[in-house]
């Protein structure tokens, strides 16, 4: 239990490297235990480790066999929180037609994963669907979260819908505004899709000078990364 309450809290604050030796000694612990919710529950935080080093196959895999597995034993509610995941990672690696099914699907599993909508906003919005992105939008905000994290997934939806809307000035204002408070949810993930939407903006202004600092920072998050 200490072990699998470690990686929880290594893939919280995105060190997945950390993670991913205990992942193994903590199946054996759960198997041989006997322990079927522990154990359903670890393969998919190994699936999750997975997508958060890159392992994008590594990842997909168990999001499949955990679908093709549980879709019809387990919980409803686990279930949308693989498509959840499954369908963030496929966003990860622009498979955008692929995040929306899965991200669609898992809304009507009743999903409670707030990164749901940011999955679904921002695909609609790569395929150019701005109207989808924005219906996507509005939904989340007749929701009415009010918890510390569905405040965040706003601020990134608000940002997106700005630039949709073509409107500039707020645009660049709430995306500057975003930026800053990102470290502080490491895990929301949305750095580099905030970077590509000022980018595909300035490149749009064709405004070289913003474009070439925005990208400078991309870099510099990445190398940090």
Wanted: net charge negative.
């Amino acid at each position: 239990m200490i072990d699998h309450h470690l990686i929880l809290t290594y893939l919280r604050f995105m060190k997945p490297e950390k993670a991913f030796p205990l992942l193994e000694e903590c199946k054996r612990e759960f198997h041989n235990a006997g322990a079927h919710r522990r154990f359903l529950n670890l393969k998919f935080n190994q699936a999750h480790c997975f997508m958060k080093l890159g392992l994008f196959n590594e990842a997909d895999q168990i999001y499949l066999n955990l679908i093709q597995t549980y879709d019809q034993v387990d919980t409803e509610r686990f279930v949308a929180m693989v498509y959840s995941n499954y369908s963030w990672s496929k966003l990860l690696q622009k498979k955008y037609a692929e995040a929306i099914n899965l991200a669609q699907t898992a809304v009507q599993l009743k999903t409670n994963f707030e990164d749901v909508y940011i999955t679904l906003s921002y695909s609609f919005y790569q395929l150019g669907e701005s109207e989808k992105a924005l219906s996507v939008i509005d939904d989340f905000r007749a929701q009415e979260r009010t918890d510390p994290r569905s405040k965040m997934v706003m601020k990134f939806l608000e940002v997106l819908e700005s630039y949709l809307l073509k409107d500039k000035v707020y645009f660049e204002c709430l995306a500057n505004q975003l930026l800053p408070l990102l470290p502080e949810w490491k895990d929301l993930e949305v750095d580099l899709l905030v970077y590509q939407m000022l980018i595909d903006y300035y490149k749009a202004e064709q405004n070289e000078h913003e474009l070439c600092g925005v990208q400078e920072k991309m870099i510099k998050f990445l190398l940090k990364e």
